[in-house]
C-alpha cells in the first residue's frame, strides 16, 4: 500500500515569484526556464518545438528568466541552501546562448542574480568572482518560514512527528 505524505510546501517558488513580480513588474518572465541545447537529431526528426517539449527533462532549469529592455536576468532563488544557488548559476549563464528559446535575444547580455533574504559573510566575494549578483530579498512570510525550519528540530516538534507516524502505520499507511 502506497505511503500518505503531507503537502509540500514550495517555498521558494513562491519566493521567487514575489521577487519577480516586485523587481520586474512589467517585463516578460518565465518561471523553471530550460536551459541548453536540444540535441540536433531530435530537432531534425521531431521538429524544432516538439524537440524542445520533448527533451525539457535532460535540461536545468532556472528559477525564472526575464527578459528587460536590455539584458536577460536570470534567477536563482535560495532561502537556505545558497551555496546551490551560487554554483548554478555561472553555468546558467553560459547555457543561455545554447538555448533555442533565446536565440532572438542572442545579442543581449545575460545577468545572473541570485536571490536570497540573509547577507553571507563569504558570498559577496565569491558571487563577485563569478559574476553574479545578490540581491537580498525578505517579505514579511519569510520570518515565518524561517521559524517553522528552526523548531523542526525542537522536542516538541519531534513528538508531532513521532505521533503522527505512529498514527499513519497503525492506520496501515506507513510499516
Known amino acids: 500500500m502506497g505511503g500518505f505524505s503531507k503537502l509540500r510546501e514550495d517555498w521558494e517558488t513562491r519566493y521567487v515569484s514575489e521577487y519577480v513580480l516586485e523587481k520586474f513588474p512589467n517585463d516578460e ?16 526528426a521531431l521538429g524544432l518545438g516538439k524537440a524542445i517539449r520533448m527533451y525539457r527533462p535532460y535540461r536545468p ?4 528568466a526575464v527578459i528587460t529592455a536590455d539584458a536577460i536576468v536570470l534567477i ?5 541552501k545558497v551555496v546551490d544557488g551560487l554554483a548554478k548559476l555561472p553555468l546558467y549563464r553560459y547555457l543561455v546562448p545554447l538555448t533555442p528559446e533565446f536565440a532572438p535575444f542572442k545579442s543581449m547580455p545575460v545577468r545572473a542574480v541570485l536571490v536570497t533574504p540573509k547577507r553571507l559573510t563569504w558570498g559577496d566575494e565569491y558571487a563577485n568572482s563569478v559574476n553574479v549578483e545578490i540581491a537580498l530579498y525578505s517579505p514579511d512570510w519569510i520570518k515565518e518560514y524561517y521559524a517553522k ?7 516538541d516538534e519531534r513528538f508531532k512527528r513521532y505521533q503522527r507516524s505512529e498514527t499513519l502505520r497503525r492506520l496501515g499507511y506507513e510499516k
Do not use: H, N
Request: with cysteine; aromatic share 16%.
Open 29 to 44: 518572465a518565465k518561471y523553471r526556464c530550460p536551459l541548453g541545447m536540444v540535441p540536433e537529431q531530435f530537432i531534425q
Open 149 to 155: 525550519q528552526e523548531s523542526y528540530w525542537t522536542g
Open 76 to 80: 536563482e532563488g535560495k532561502i537556505f
Open 61 to 64: 532549469e532556472c528559477d525564472a
